[in-house]
C-alpha cells in the first residue's frame, strides 16, 4: 500500500541516489520455483507443487504448494492460504512462506503441534502471484514496481518508468478482483490501476480458480509497509462508513488480534490490528465475499524490503503469527457435512449462520460437491444454522460452539422437485418490500433480548433510532424529510453488529 503524503518525498530521495541492487537472499523467481521443487524432493509425502495458471504477459507459471500429510488421500479437511507478492516489489512475502514451507515440513514427525496442523489441514503457499512484475524488480529494471505486466495501450511495447509510480503498463492484480472493483483507480498510470475489466488478469483468474476449489477458511496475503503509512498493520474486513461492518465482523476481529499481537514488532510489541475502509477490488474481501475466508493484509516490517541479512528473523516473526492461524483454523468454528440421508451421498447445500446472515453484501456460504462439507470460524457463542439443498428439506438447527469446532452432520430429507421447500424464513433482519417507496416493515429475529437499531444515510447522518426490547417483532419505518436512495440499516447488541442496505425511492 501507498502513502501518499511520503510519496513525494521519497521520489526526490530516489532521484539523488542510484538504485540498490536487490539483496541475493531474495528468491528470483526461477530460484523459488526451484525452492519448491527441492520440498517436494525432500518430502514427497507431504508436499506437492501445483500450476495454478500463467502471468497475463510472459505467461510464468504462477506456482503453488499444498502441504498436508497423506497428499494424495484425505482431501476433507479445513485447508488454509499463505501468499506472498502479489505486490511485485513487496518480496518480503515471498521468503515468508517459502520459509514457513520448510519450517513445517521439517518439523512434521517432530514437533508435535505441527504433526497435528498437517494432518488435519490443508495448508496451500503461493509465493509469488504476480511472477511477471516480480521479475521486473529481481531483474532490476524498476525496483519498486508494483503491477503485472499488461499491455495497456497496446503498443506491444512495456511501458515503464523505473521509480515510484508513473509506469503506464500494467494492473494493480489487488485491485482487479470483482468484488467492489467498480470503486477502484481507472487511470493506467496509477499504480493501484483496477484493470480493464473486473477479473481481467489471468493472475487474478488464477488465484480465484484455486479459491474456489479449495474454499479457505482463512488467509493471509504478505504485503510491505513500503513507505510507513501501514507499518506492521494486519488489516481485516471490514468497517466501511456508515458504518458497515462485514458481517462476521465479530469473528474476523477477534481472530485478527490475536493473530497480530503474536507477531513480533519492531517495538517489541505485536503487530497493529486494523479494519479495512476501502473498498477498491482487493483479493481478501473477494475471498470473504464469495467464500466465506476470514481473509487477512498483512503489511509487513516498516520498509519495502528488510536488509538481507534481517529476512530470516522477520520469517521466523510470522512464522509464530503463521502457527497461530493453523491453531485456530482446527478451534471454535463449524464442521459441516450434509448428505443425503436415504443414500447417504453428499449434498451441495446452502448454509447460513443466522446470526451472521447477509445476502445483500455476500454470496450465499454452501457446501462442496465432492464432500458436502463447509468449514468455518466463527467465535463462541449460540448460533442457529440454517440449512437448504434443491429438492431437499430444509433444516434449521441450534448449536452452542465452544473451544472446539462443533461438527454437524446433518442428513437432508429428499423431497423432490413438487415439494421443494423454501428458505428459512428467519434471517435476523428482513425489509418489506426493499425498494420501497413510502413506508418499509422491518422485521427482526435477534439472538439478545436488547438491541438497538439505527439508519444511517450515505454520509454516515443518523436519521432513525430505536430501542428493540424483544426477541424478535417487528416495526415500521417511514422516513420524512430525507431525499431518494441507499441507507443502511444497523442493529447493535451486545457483542456483534449486522447490517444490512435499503433502498429508498421516492
Ligand atoms: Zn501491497
Excluded at 488489516?235 to 469473528?251: A, F, K, N, Q
Excluded at 502457527?323 to 448454509?351: A, F, M
Amino acid at each position: 500500500m501507498r502513502g501518499i503524503l511520503l510519496i513525494s518525498l521519497f521520489s526526490i530521495l530516489l532521484v539523488s541516489s542510484p538504485f540498490a541492487s536487490i539483496d541475493p537472499r531474495y528468491h528470483t523467481y526461477e530460484e523459488a520455483s526451484a525452492a519448491l521443487d527441492s520440498l517436494v524432493d525432500e518430502f514427497p509425502g507431504l508436499c506437492v507443487k501445483e500450476s495454478l495458471g500463467v502471468s497475463e504477459v510472459d505467461r510464468r507459471v504462477i506456482w503453488g504448494l499444498k502441504i498436508t500429510s497423506r497428499t494424495a488421500e484425505n482431501e476433507d479437511k479445513p485447508t488454509v492460504l499463505f501468499t506472498g507478492s502479489i505486490h511485485a516489489e513487496e518480496m518480503i512475502g515471498t521468503e515468508i512462506v517459502l520459509f514457513a514451507a520448510r519450517s513445517l515440513l521439517e518439523d512434521y514427525g517432530e514437533d508435535p503441534a505441527v504433526t497435528r496442523y498437517l494432518d488435519s489441514l490443508k495448508v496451500w503457499i503461493i509465493p509469488i502471484v504476480n511472477p511477471d512484475g516480480h521479475k521486473v524488480v529481481t531483474d532490476g529494471l524498476d525496483e519498486y514496481f508494483r503491477k503485472n505486466k499488461h499491455d495497456n495501450n497496446e503498443n506491444g511495447i512495456f511501458d515503464f518508468t523505473p521509480g515510484d509510480g508513473g509506469d503506464t503498463d500494467g494492473v494493480d492484480i489487488n485491485r482487479n478482483f470483482p468484488y467492489n472493483w467498480e470503486f477502484g483507480n481507472s487511470d493506467w498510470d496509477a499504480t493501484t490501476y483496477r484493470g480493464p475489466g473486473a477479473g481481467s488478469e489471468s493472475e487474478t483468474k488464477a488465484i480465484m480458480s484455486i479459491c474456489r476449489r479449495e474454499r479457505f477458511v482463512t488467509s493471509v496475503f504478505y504485503h510491505s509497509s513500503a513507505y510507513g503509512t501501514y507499518n506492521e498493520w494486519v488489516i481485516y474486513p471490514w468497517r466501511w462508513s456508515g458504518p458497515v461492518y462485514s458481517p462476521d465482523y465479530e469473528t474476523i476481529q477477534d481472530i485478527a488480534y490475536e493473530f497480530a499481537e503474536r507477531i513480533v514488532a519492531h517495538d517489541g510489541g505485536g503487530y497493529n490490528p486494523r479494519y479495512s475502509t476501502s473498498r477498491t477490488g482487493n483479493a481478501s474481501d473477494w475471498q470473504y465475499s464469495e467464500l466465506g475466508t476470514v481473509p487477512f493484509i498483512v503489511e509487513v516490517d516498516t520498509c519495502l524490503r528488510p536488509e538481507g541479512w534481517r529476512v530470516n528473523s522477520v520469517c521466523e516473526n510470522h512464522l509464530v503469527g503463521i502457527k497461530y492461524l493453523l491453531e485456530r483454523s482446527l478451534g471454535p468454528g463449524l464442521w459441516i457435512h450434509t448428505y443425503n440421508d436415504s443414500t447417504g451421498e453428499p449434498v451441495h447445500s446452502v448454509i447460513r449462520v443466522l446470526e451472521t446472515y447477509d445476502e445483500e453484501l455476500l454470496s450465499p456460504r454452501t457446501t462442496d460437491s465432492t464432500f458436502g462439507a463447509h468449514y468455518r470460524l466463527l467465535v463462541p457463542g449460540d448460533y442457529t444454522v440454517a440449512v437448504y439443498a434443491r429438492h431437499f428439506a430444509g433444516d434449521t438447527i441450534s448449536v452452542h460452539i465452544g473451544e472446539f469446532p462443533v461438527k454437524l452432520d446433518i442428513g437432508l430429507h429428499y423431497v423432490g422437485i413438487e415439494e421443494e421447500q423454501s428458505l428459512p424464513k428467519t434471517a435476523p433482519l428482513e425489509f418489506f418490500p426493499n425498494p420501497f417507496n413510502s413506508r418499509v416493515k422491518i422485521a427482526y429475529s435477534l439472538p439478545w433480548s436488547e438491541a438497538t437499531l439505527k439508519i444511517f444515510n450515505l454520509y454516515g447522518v443518523k436519521i432513525y433510532e430505536q430501542k428493540l426490547p424483544f426477541s424478535s417483532g417487528e416495526l415500521s419505518f417511514e422516513p420524512q424529510g430525507v431525499s431518494s436512495g441507499v441507507y443502511i440499516c444497523t442493529v447493535e447488541g451486545n457483542s456483534f453488529f449486522l447490517s444490512k442496505r435499503l433502498l429508498y425511492i421516492k
